[in-house]
């Protein structure tokens, strides 16, 4: 018996199979077209941390600020939204489709204690910035040595 390998997206599979088909009925005019994929992807992200705050930076371009969801669960950040494919009446007519589009999550555990009713966020040119502040029990205490 022989094991078979499925894509993981049936749309995707009878997408490749429509393009394979008119390929082979109209060689000359038909261009393999690639299909807007609706799976879960990740933004890109950059997180930097000093000593009283970690800075995370993700980008988000063309997304608007309003399919944007942030929550904060303990010691957990999550990132969440959607990116909506704008041009759903000419969606066929697309030969190549290289962005992402769907829902996007991305998810974070900070590991150190927060302040989370400090945490801010902000949205602009197609980047969100969330500044997480670090809890008073978590910033670097200089300890004084006393001379007797």
Partial sequence: MTATRFDRDPLETMMRLQDDIARALNPRSAQPRENVSSRVWSPAVDVYEDSDVIIIRADLPGINQADIDIEMIGDSLTIR????????????????????????????????????????????????????????????????????
């Fill in 81 to 148: 939204g959607e990116r909506k494919f704008e041009d759903d009446t000419r969606r066929d007519n697309y030969i190549r489709v290289e962005r992402q589009y769907g829902a996007f999550q991305r998810s974070f555990t900070i590991g150190i204690p927060i302040d989370p009713d400090r945490v801010t966020a902000s949205y602009r040119n197609g980047i969100l910035e969330l500044t997480v502040p670090k809890a008073e029990v978590s910033r670097p205490k200089k300890v004084v040595i006393k001379s007797e």
